[in-house]
């Protein structure tokens, strides 16, 4: 007894995964009992299956791991719906099993795995095609293995359950909320990346500065769900434009940007392609729930830096120095038509005033 304890505490503390669990239980379970076939079972009980995970034939008795059972014709089944965890006469109390009579077990014993909120997960089973009566202590055995990798299963789906978690609180703190994409932290974390793949490549790297204009007056008139939309859609408009390897994000409020690598010998050429594509993909019709809004573009200022010494903060500084350039020239080309629009109503306010 004192070496079975030795030994299921070494298997207990040392394993990683289930199956490191389960085959050194298998071959202690084997010892206790005495019978030729020891077992693991899972149950999918929405399939109505039962299927063999993993199992230990020490003699004659083949009991295949993978094997895959009807549920309902099962000897697990029968014993949990009887209550009777063992018999070593299984020919005369579930003669009508096929699955009994195709392994042709005559012993058996089993002990339900269950989860602690009662699900049932599998069985653990021993069985042989000879008769031999088991005492209580096989029996108790049995059971705790069983409870020990219920314990294991649970472990390992919270486990499971906690990376996930991380995973997705990690990807929420690199995302912009509103419209998937990369934000401002992750804007950061990749482009230096990228800067530093440029680097090593003598490649140019390029950030556009994407400002909506007139979107406060679209949000506020139309309503925050709206401008969210509008926000999610000139985002859809970027990425379809963009190759694939660049790197767009929502920088805050009404703001993207857009990082590219580009050939050393033609950034001049791949600045002005990147502006005028941005302003294009972004000017145009957007349908907004109910709303047909007619959207003039978004103003665009790029910069570009080539080699080792280039920084990601001044860069983007660059290019938003840029695009504040491009928004005043946007506003003074447009600043004559607005003039020659008012000019009647200012001439008959005057006229008004003077009569």
Known sequence: MDSLLTHLADSVSSAQTLEELTRPLLELLEAVTGLESTYLTAIDLDGEVQRILYARNARQMQIPEGLTMPWGDTLCKRALDEGRTCTDDVAGIWGD????RALGIRTYVSTPVTMSDGELYGTLCAASATRASLGGDAERVLKMFGTLIAQHIERDRLVTQLRA????????ALTDAVTGL???????????????????????VLVAFIDLDGFKAINDRLGHDVGDQLLTEVGRRIVAGRRAG????????????????????HM??????????????????????????????????????????????????????AMYRNKQARRTATLPRRE??????MLRAVAAAVG
């Open 246 to 265: 660049d790197l767009v994000a929502r920088f805050g409020g009404d703001e993207f940007v857009m990082m590219a690598e580009v050939p050393a010998d």
């Open 97 to 100: 099993s096929e699955a009994a």
């Open 268 to 321: 001049e050429r791949a600045c002005r392609a990147v502006r005028e594509g941005l302003e294009t993909s972004t000017r145009g019709t957007y349908q907004l729930r109910d709303q047909r809004v007619d959207y003039a573009g978004a103003s665009v200022g790029v910069a570009a830096a080539n080699g080792p010494g280039a920084d990601l903060d001044q860069l983007v500084k660059q290019a938003d120095e």
């Open 182 to 204: 990369a934000n401002r932290r992750a804007f950061f974390a990749e482009g230096a990346r990228i800067m530093a793949r440029a680097a090593r490549a003598g490649s140019g």
């Open 165 to 172: 978690t991380n995973a997705e609180l990690a990807m929420s």
């Open 340 to 345: 020659k629009a008012g000019t009647r109503p």
